[in-house]
């Protein structure tokens, strides 16, 4: 529907403020069909805003966000159930439903968007767990049951459910081991290309970053600098180059060239 | 174009025209499609999917799901012009075979329904005895080391729990006692004994009232936020953290909770009982024309010397049963949030019936020691 040079999402100016504290202060972020994107920055430099604000769960202080051309603050109840339903979304915590095993957690949008029997629902369950790389005996374990690892396999089913184009990943690989994390990147990759995904992530880990990211944008004092991998790296901009170039970023950048 | 499925051929030479909507959002209706299906086949079978507009994973999915409910393993399946993700999805399938595993919880006839709930009954007992055990042990303790008398946090919930609850207490107090003389001076004034409505409110008023009232809403307000403080700790790890660092959650968050009460809720009850003989006193002043010297007269005459302290002295009794239940269920809440809403419900419901069951046992034994 939408050709590789389409923008998916569009931030102008955006600012956020917090009771005086400015998180957001000027903005600027674009995203194509069919990338990934990533977005690095300090603790507390406001990821996990930016993404809430481009959902439409925050509304900004100030500045335009824009899906798929339209502005997130601005759509009918129609128009916000037809963009809800082509992103998928993970949350940092995982934010799966405590009282629902993993199943009923993926059945959920489901049950809210599609007119499901009871055994198709079961049947795309397994689909979604399946995809999300997760053993089909974890269906019927609750949130609490689950170790790190699977809690975010678990809400990337969810986030799955219903065969988002776009989807959004809040530091999807922080709390795993590498191996794990690697196999998450993987994942990741595997499921971009068959499923044709644009994918936004908030991630710290250099190495997912340097495996899975097209292109990255850095929050720095509120606003964004964003660019190819190779281009930002390259920015002088000393959190930028204590980032990427302190020593745990050299093996990261050595296991891409190699 | 809506979604369907053709099926031609005969034999063992199939035939399957995919065609219209197969897209994500028409799931509902691929399913309807899918149950026209024939229940089994044998042979080849051709999948043509090159009509099919936009076809999505879960509508292929659902479809691949069933041709092997069909087919059974006797069927051949070829895919013409299939979209990119079917060889995905086949690769999916066999790691996805292996259905839910149903849970096994033992027999489940009545007698087996019973026993379990006895059994669960007396372990219930005795993890509460155990509880009750730890507070005394902290109690034991802190008489011999200050530090563990907590006082920041014990202010900080004689606040929350006692000068917040102010308010509404008085509030409470004032309509009850009011309907209370209006409802007595309306039968007294039958008899022509109106004045005897001042000892009916002194007497209802400071020995039930006043505490019962009181020991309720508290109840309410604060056995609950201390079941949910506890319980959402227990969820979030916080309690396993403290004990991890070497901390009794016991002495941090339960005996101050216990005794912030046990302090908060005499004091209210005193406050209780003032303004609810400040509210029957206006009723019976404007409605039954009883003036202020006469008040004063009856109330005193009504009053025994025992019966303000009747009332006060069951005060720290509840608090403590308010806050040893509301602590306790907090503590029982384990991994599901659904849990901390049922024992915040427990909490509450048990809180009041003990209260009122106590209140029941102090009536006994007032009246067997002349009190
Ligand atoms: N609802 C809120 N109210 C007040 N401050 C907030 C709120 N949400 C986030 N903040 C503040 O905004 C800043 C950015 O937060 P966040 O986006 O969570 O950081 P991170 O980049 O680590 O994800 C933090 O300083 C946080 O304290
Ligand atoms: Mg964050």
């Not at chain 1, 995203?31 to 805003?49: D, L, W, Y």
């Not at chain 1, 994918?199 to 660019?227: E, Q």
């Not at chain 2, 309306?186 to 009232?213: H, N």
């Amino acid at each position: 529907m939408f050709d590789a040079a389409e923008t998916v999402i569009r931030v102008r100016g955006l600012v956020n403020r917090f009771a005086g504290q400015v998180v957001h202060d000027g903005l600027e972020m674009e995203v194509g069909a069919r990338e990934i994107f990533g977005i690095v920055g300090g603790s507390g430099t406001g990821k996990s805003v930016l993404l809430r604000t481009i959902l439409g769960l925050h509304p900004p202080t100030a500045g335009r966000v824009e899906l798929y051309g339209r502005e997130v603050g601005a759509m009918s109840r129609a128009e916000r159930s037809d963009v809800v339903q082509r992103f998928g979304v993970t949350f940092q915590n995982g934010a799966l439903i405590g009282s629902l095993t993993v199943a009923e957690n993926v059945q959920l949008p489901l049950r809210e968007y599609r007119r499901l029997a009871r055994a198709a629902l079961d049947e795309q369950s397994r689909l979604c767990l399946a995809m999300a790389g997760l053993p089909p005996d974890a269906a019927g374990k609750y949130p609490s049951q689950l170790s790190g690892g699977m809690t975010k396999r678990a809400a990337l089913a969810r986030a799955l459910a219903l065969e988002p184009e776009l989807l959004f990943l809040d530091e999807p690989t922080a709390g795993l081991d590498p191996i794990s994390a690697a196999a998450f990147d993987e994942l990741l990759l595997y499921l971009h290309s068959q499923l044709d995904l644009t994918v936004v992530m908030i991630t710290h880990d250099l190495d997912t970053l340097f495996r899975t990211c097209g292109r990255v944008g850095v929050i720095l004092d509120g606003k964004m600098a964003s660019g190819t991998l190779d281009r930002i790296v390259e920015n002088p901009h000393p959190w930028i180059q204590a980032y990427f170039h302190g020593p745990r970023a050299r093996a990261s950048r050595e296991g891409r060239n190699g | 174009m809506p979604s369907s499925l053709a099926l031609d051929g005969g034999g063992d030479d199939w035939h399957l025209r995919i065609a219209g909507d197969w897209s994500a959002r028409a799931l509902a209706e691929v399913q309807i499609r899918l149950g026209d299906l024939p229940p089994s086949l044998a042979g080849t079978l051709t999948c043509d999917w090159s009509a099919a507009e936009s076809p999505g994973i879960g509508p292929a999915w659902a479809l691949l799901m069933r041709l092997e409910a069909i087919g059974g393993g006797r069927v051949r399946i070829q895919h013409v012009s299939p979209p990119r993700h079917v060889v995905f999805l086949e690769a999916l399938r066999d790691r996805a075979r292996t259905g839910i595993p149903a849970d096994d919880a033992g027999p489940n006839g009545a007698l087996a329904r019973l026993g379990r709930w006895v059994l669960s009954r007396g372990d219930e007992a005795r993890e509460f005895a155990s509880f009750v055990g730890r507070i005394v042990a902290v109690l034991v303790r802190a008489v011999r080391r200050p530090r563990s008398w907590r006082l920041p946090s014990l202010t900080r919930h004689v606040h929350e729990t006692g000068v917040t609850a102010i308010p509404i207490v008085c509030l409470i107090a004032f309509l009850i006692s009011v309907i209370v003389a209006y409802l007595g001076s309306q039968q007294l004034r039958l008899f022509g004994a109106e004045i005897f409505v001042v000892d009916l409110i002194a007497i209802a008023v400071l020995r039930e009232m006043g505490v019962l009232l009181t020991a309720i809403i508290v109840a309410g307000r604060s056995g609950s936020a201390f079941a949910a403080e506890i319980g959402a700790m227990q969820l979030n790890e916080e309690i396993d953290a403290l004990r991890a660092m070497g901390m009794d959650p016991v002495e941090l968050l339960v005996v101050p909770r216990i005794l912030a009460l046990t302090i908060a809720l005499p004091l209210l009850t005193v406050i209780a009982d003032a303004t609810g003989l400040l509210g029957g006193g206006l009723l019976a002043h404007y409605q039954a024309h009883i003036s202020w010297p006469q008040f004063a007269d009856r109330l005193r005459a009504a009053i025994a010397p025992t019966t303000f302290w009747a009332g006060l002295i069951k005060a720290p009794v509840f608090a403590v049963l308010i806050a040893v239940v509301g602590t306790y269920r907090g503590m029982r809440v384990r991994e599901s949030p659904r849990e901390l809403g049922r024992q915040t419900t427990i909490a509450v419901v048990q809180s009041i019936f003990f209260v009122i069951l106590a209140d029941a046992l102090f009536a006994v034994l007032f009246v067997r020691l002349g009190f």
